[in-house]
């Protein structure tokens, strides 16, 4: 059983900075692909990053491209997500995914609960 924990999330003005963490439970974590997600009030959650096992990969959202930066210290069990020039329509809950398997694209089997972000302007 794999357990995720985010970290990080809180209110910001627009054009601010905000770091997440997640932290991950398995002793096999370097051999995890991981993923970051967000829903906001009245949408479907969506994607936002990913990374590969060794980091040596990431895919981002095209709303997101430029602004936020996925990465990960496997020394830790932990992965970041770095939002930069943030805006209101970044205001969401963000979740943190796992997927056991290191498949690329990820399948993701694990699931966090979540941090708040808000982006006031």
């Known amino acids: 059983q794999v357990q995720l924990v985010e970290s990080g999330g809180g209110l910001v003005q627009a054009g601010g900075s905000l770091r997440l963490s997640c932290a991950a439970s398995?002793?096999?974590?370097?051999?995890?692909?991981m993923g970051w997600f967000r829903q906001a009030p009245g949408k479907v959650r969506e994607f936002v990053a990913a990374i590969s096992r060794s980091g040596g990969s990431t895919y981002y959202a095209d709303s997101v491209k430029g602004r936020f930066t996925i990465s990960r210290d496997n020394a830790k069990n932990t992965v970041y997500l770095q939002m930069n020039s943030l805006k209101p329509e970044d205001t969401a809950v963000y979740y943190c995914?796992?997927?056991?398997?290191?498949?690329?694209?990820?399948?993701?089997?694990?699931w966090g609960k979540g941090t708040q972000v808000t982006v006031s302007s």
């Open positions: 398995g002793r096999t974590f370097s051999s995890y692909a």
């Open positions: 995914a796992a997927d056991p398997k290191g498949r690329w694209p990820p399948g993701y089997d694990y």
